[in-house]
């Protein structure tokens, strides 16, 4: 499996950082990773994390400024790309295809070349504008996953919440996190 792992500048970051450590423990899994300048300003302001030690995670990791990088050329075959967190913004990118950077130049990418693209949207509430692209990216074809709270499966921390999240993201890609707790019927 090779995966593109966008994280962009919606609040949420570790969200993003808690997927590439997910990833790593998946067989065979190679991760190209792209961090927007928001994401990078985000994980100072939301955690303890450098972008450095975030990049560890990734076998490649690509500045957003360029442009030229393999993820941004369709001959350069994936599986697919996940963005999470996404933010309004490169929603807006995605949706409308307006490619100002490599994250949603590599979403395009998957997206014209019939790629599964997942987002994991974070803002509240959602306005018009926001609803409107959500659903342009979903008729696209992107699977839209925002991370909502779970309580049939008695996740009560918010790692067990994000962990939900992750999971639910990675069965888009037939891929089993062991983290994941499933609903197990009434």
Known sequence: ????????????????????????????????????????????????????????????????????????????????????????????????????NLLIRAADVCLKEGRKVVLVPREMPLGPAHLRNLQLASQYGCAIIPPMLTFYNGSETLEAQMQHVIGKVLMQFGMKHDKFVAWKGA
């Open 1 to 100: 499996m090779r995966l593109i792992i966008g994280i962009s500048g919606a609040s949420g970051v570790l969200l993003g950082y808690r997927m590439l450590q997910a990833l790593r423990r998946q067989p065979d899994c190679e991760i190209h990773l792209v961090i927007s300048e928001g994401a990078a300003a985000n994980f100072d302001y939301e955690t303890d994390l450098t972008v450095a030690e975030v990049e560890k995670l990734a076998d490649f990791a690509y500045a957003n400024t360029d442009l030229a990088a393999h993820i941004s050329s369709g001959s350069f075959v994936t599986d697919g790309m996940i963005v999470v967190p996404c933010s309004m913004k490169s929603l807006s990118g995605i949706a409308n295809g307006y490619t100002t």
